[in-house]
């Protein structure tokens, strides 16, 4: 490769100072403001940003799809990059990490053109449901502001989950708008590279990433050690899930995880399961895909592959055994009001999509007790209850916002508004437990956008300096 092209890339080096630079950032925007803050770019640079509807979302918003050409004519070859926010409604990390990337590549012809993409950028994928969430944005780092006002659809109202699979038992086709909107754009743009802005909750951070693109792990390693960000060297979020590196994940397909399920006796199509993800779906095209999951919070011994000095088999029976005994007791309650219930709200179809699997998550760590292989002192990082302090509070809490909206309606009976006082005593005293458990400490949003832009970057100058050898060593 020649001193000229080594140059003209864009260097690891370059992606930290970049993600390090951000300026303060405080809270998260709201989607009108996310969506006018695009536009406005689309006006400043008319002739470098073009605009298409590709869809609607299930109460009539319009989903727009904002194209960035960094190339020009001359160009043997050109990255097509789809970059998507908003894929759960509940991880606005990315609506950030979406400005800051347009506002770099129109702003800096250097970068635009380095990075040689066409970009392809759907700002929200899931307006409807990202908008239940907005009354935490401003004050993301309070516990019960964030969980008072915090929303996670059911899986089969997921974006995320529900493409279409055909798959030997497994067979789902009941895709939403939202979802045959992102479809048919990877379908037209059958991109080389997929990348959904998710982010999780607490710990540290880590990726999906597909092994194609494993090169990319040392970067993905030092940007959150540049920022202070620990990794998340815990389990991962399913057993199913192959370690490319610490706190990196193969980003594999739904007909892994089939096969997975099926040589671990365990039903490869379960009752209430969705469809395959994104990234699976995308993966037809050749598409490498990267998820970059950071936290809200950091919590103490995200990274600490230290002894603990507990067993490992009774930290999950421990935790097992408090989920079963939540999910038991909110499923009696939600079955003891439903009569009285008369609103059919988002809140309420996600309590009764989470609120019984509960029991079941419980039960799989009671089970994954009694293997043999977890009889051993744990790590620091091995904490099973932050499961159950995530299910407790999220869908505890769905099921409270459910309630209270009947409540506030005026057409709740007396049942149902003693039910919301006894759910929101437990609720509070789960939110106070879990703070002196887990420790959170909320991270400053630059930091954690830093990253998710950084890499970003990191996988489209990946690709780059790949198709330049390519090109070079055909030359």
Same mark, same amino acid.
């Given at each position: 490769?020649?001193?000229?092209?080594?140059?003209?890339?864009?260097?690891?080096?370059?992606?930290?100072?970049?993600?390090?630079?951000?300026?303060?950032?405080?809270?998260?925007?709201?989607?009108?403001?996310?969506?006018?803050?695009?536009?406005?770019?689309?006006?400043?640079?008319?002739?470098?940003?073009?605009?298409?509807?590709?869809?609607?979302?299930?109460?009539?918003?319009?989903?727009?799809?904002?194209?960035?050409?960094?190339?020009?004519?001359?160009?043997?070859?050109?990255?097509?990059?789809?970059?998507?926010?908003?894929?759960?409604?509940?991880?606005?990390?990315?609506?950030?990490?979406?400005?800051?990337?347009?506002?770099?590549?129109?702003?800096?012809?250097?970068?635009?053109?380095?990075?040689?993409?066409?970009?392809?950028?759907?700002?929200?994928?899931?307006?409807?449901?990202?908008?239940?969430?907005?009354?935490?944005?401003?004050?993301?780092?309070?516990?019960?502001?964030?969980?008072?006002?915090?929303?996670?659809?059911?899986?089969?109202?997921?974006?995320?989950?529900?493409?279409?699979?055909?798959?030997?038992?497994?067979?789902?086709?009941?895709?939403? &708008?939202?979802? @045959?909107? /992102?479809?048919?754009?990877?379908?037209?743009?059958?991109?080389? !590279?997929? +990348? #959904? $802005? =998710?982010?999780?909750?607490?710990?540290?951070?880590?990726?999906?990433?597909? &092994?194609?693109? @494993?090169? /990319?792990?040392?970067?993905?390693?030092?940007?959150?050690?540049? !920022?202070? +960000? #620990? $990794? =998340?060297?815990?389990?991962?979020?399913?057993?199913?899930?192959?370690?490319?590196?610490?706190?990196?994940?193969?980003?594999?397909?739904?007909?892994?995880?089939?096969?997975?399920?099926?040589?671990?006796?365990?039903?490869?199509?379960?009752?209430?399961?969705?469809?395959?993800?994104?990234?699976?779906?995308?993966?037809?095209?050749?598409?490498?895909?990267?998820?970059?999951?950071?936290?809200?919070?950091?919590?103490?011994?995200?990274?600490?592959?230290?002894?603990?000095?507990?067993?490992?088999?009774?930290?999950?029976?421990?935790?097992?055994?408090?989920?079963?005994?939540?999910?038991?007791?909110?499923?009696?309650?939600?079955?003891?009001?439903?009569?009285?219930?008369?609103?059919?709200?988002?809140?309420?179809?996600?309590?009764?999509?989470?609120?019984?699997?509960?029991?079941?998550?419980?039960?799989?760590?009671?089970?994954?007790?009694?293997?043999?292989?977890?009889?051993?002192?744990?790590?620091?990082?091995?904490?099973?209850?932050?499961?159950?302090?995530?299910?407790?509070?999220?869908?505890?809490?769905?099921?409270?916002?459910?309630?209270?909206?009947?409540?506030?309606?005026?057409?709740?009976?007396?049942?149902?508004?003693?039910?919301?006082?006894?759910?929101?005593?437990?609720?509070?005293?789960?939110?106070?437990?879990?703070?002196?458990?887990?420790?959170?400490?909320?991270?400053?949003?630059?930091?954690?956008?830093?990253?998710?832009?950084?890499?970003?970057?990191?996988?489209?100058?990946?690709?780059?300096?790949?198709?330049?050898?390519?090109?070079?060593?055909?030359?």
């Amino acid at each position: 490769m020649t001193t000229e092209a080594i140059t003209a890339m864009v260097s690891d080096d370059e992606i930290v100072v970049r993600a390090s630079s951000l300026p303060e950032l405080d809270g998260y925007p709201t989607v009108d403001e996310l969506l006018e803050r695009v536009e406005a770019l689309r006006e400043e640079f008319p002739d470098l940003v073009t605009k298409r509807r590709v869809g609607t979302s299930r109460l009539g918003e319009p989903i727009m799809q904002y194209i960035v050409d960094g190339g020009s004519d001359a160009d043997d070859r050109r990255t097509r990059c789809l970059v998507v926010g908003g894929i759960h409604p509940n991880e606005p990390i990315g609506s950030h990490t979406v400005i800051r990337l347009l506002d770099d590549l129109l702003y800096d012809a250097s970068l635009r053109q380095r990075l040689r993409a066409v970009w392809h950028v759907i700002p929200c994928i899931d307006p409807d449901g990202m908008r239940l969430n907005e009354g935490w944005f401003d004050e993301p780092f309070d516990g019960e502001t964030y969980f008072r006002h915090f929303y996670r659809p059911p899986g089969h109202e997921q974006v995320e989950w529900t493409f279409p699979i055909d798959y030997k038992q497994k067979y789902f086709d009941a895709t939403l &708008p939202e979802t @045959r909107a /992102l479809q048919r754009a990877i379908d037209e743009i059958r991109p080389d !590279l997929y +990348i #959904p $802005l =998710h982010n999780s909750e607490t710990g540290g951070a880590y990726y999906y990433l597909s &092994p194609d693109a @494993r090169d /990319l792990a040392p970067l993905l390693h030092r940007l959150p050690a540049e !920022l202070g +960000i #620990p $990794l =998340h060297l815990g389990e991962p979020e399913a057993s199913h899930f192959t370690e490319l590196a610490p706190a990196v994940f193969a980003a594999g397909t739904s007909e892994d995880v089939y096969e997975w399920r099926v040589q671990n006796d365990l039903d490869p199509a379960p009752p209430g399961g969705a469809g395959q993800s994104s990234t699976s779906y995308a993966s037809r095209y050749g598409t490498l895909s990267l998820i970059a999951e950071l936290p809200i919070w950091r919590t103490f011994g995200a990274d600490d592959t230290r002894p603990s000095g507990e067993n490992y088999a009774a930290l999950l029976r421990s935790a097992g055994e408090a989920l079963i005994e939540t999910g038991t007791r909110l499923t009696a309650l939600l079955e003891q009001v439903r009569p009285s219930l008369t609103l059919d709200s988002p809140f309420l179809r996600s309590a009764t999509a989470f609120v019984p699997g509960m029991t079941r998550a419980g039960q799989h760590m009671v089970d994954r007790a009694s293997d043999p292989a977890n009889d051993r002192i744990a790590a620091v990082a091995e904490r099973p209850m932050s499961v159950v302090w995530m299910y407790r509070l999220r869908f505890g809490g769905a099921l409270l916002r459910a309630l209270r909206a009947e409540v506030a309606a005026g057409f709740a009976p007396v049942a149902v508004r003693r039910a919301a006082d006894e759910l929101a005593r437990s609720w509070n005293g789960w939110l106070a437990r879990r703070d002196a458990d887990e420790r959170p400490e909320g991270i400053p949003v630059s930091d954690v956008v830093g990253v998710q832009y950084g890499a970003v970057l990191g996988l489209v100058a990946l690709q780059s300096r790949r198709i330049r050898t390519r090109l070079e060593e055909g030359s």
